[in-house]
């Protein structure tokens, strides 16, 4: 009788459910959060043994470690361990983006203006844009022309890639976003002026804006 009423399903269910979009931010976040607070305690590792500051930087450490995570991410996406529940191991997931475009690059440019010099900025403003936009002009220009004259199947020295013109003014303006953490960090060190550290902090903070609008543009240009 009980068959009439709940007749079994015609399909049967899969043998891995697809992961819920909730927890799989939650796993994002999570691994990011961790990440973050990873580097921290290794930069103050870093700085309370001054013989481990003799071979590599705070900056240089960071790099290594998101380089570990983004190896260890690939190798696991490779080996279907993952089984999509990170977001960051699927190319076509919109979420690591809105992540990393709303989550964390907004509180780091915040921060960035928020302990600026504003005086010494204000100061050399001229300087500063003049910095900012030209040298990314040229940065986007220089590096999206060459890859697109590479990528042209009459050039002398060929990419195996094939690129439109958007799509290599695409990747200039990637490129062209510079992040002179380590700079910096370097210029403290060697007690170089004042005057070189806050043009280029301003440019940097200048640079990375005019980048994302650089790279919006030419997306939308690319994929039409």
């Not at 190896?71 to 490779?78: E, K, M």
């Not at 004042?194 to 980048?211: H, M, Q, R, V, W």
Request: hydrophobic residues 50%.
């Amino acid at each position: 009788e009980l068959r009439k009423h709940f007749p079994p399903p015609s399909h049967p269910p899969p043998a891995h459910p697809p992961s819920d979009i909730g927890s799989t931010t939650a796993l994002d976040i999570s691994l990011v959060a961790s990440v973050l607070l990873l580097a921290i305690l290794l930069q103050q590792k870093l700085k309370a043994s001054p013989r481990a500051q003799q071979f590599i930087t705070g900056s240089g450490a960071c790099m290594l470690l998101g380089g570990l995570v983004n190896s260890l991410l690939f190798v696991l996406s490779r080996l279907d361990i993952l089984r999509g529940q990170v977001s960051m191991s699927n190319p076509s997931s919109n979420i690591t983006h809105n992540l990393i475009y709303f989550g964390l690059l907004p509180p780091i440019i915040f921060e960035a203006g928020f302990h600026m010099r504003k005086r010494q900025f204000f100061a050399n403003l001229g300087t500063i844009l003049s910095l900012a936009v030209l040298g990314t002009l040229i940065s986007l220009v220089s590096t999206g022309a060459l890859v697109w004259l590479l990528a042209l199947p009459n050039a002398p020295i060929r990419i195996l890639t094939s690129f439109t013109l958007a799509q290599a003014m695409t990747f200039g303006s990637l490129i062209s976003s510079t992040d002179p953490v380590a700079t910096l960090g370097i210029l403290k060190h060697v007690n170089a002026t004042p005057l070189l550290n806050d043009l280029i902090f301003g440019e940097s903070a200048l640079n990375d804006a005019l980048s994302i609008v650089f790279f919006v543009v030419f997306r939308r240009a690319a994929t039409r």
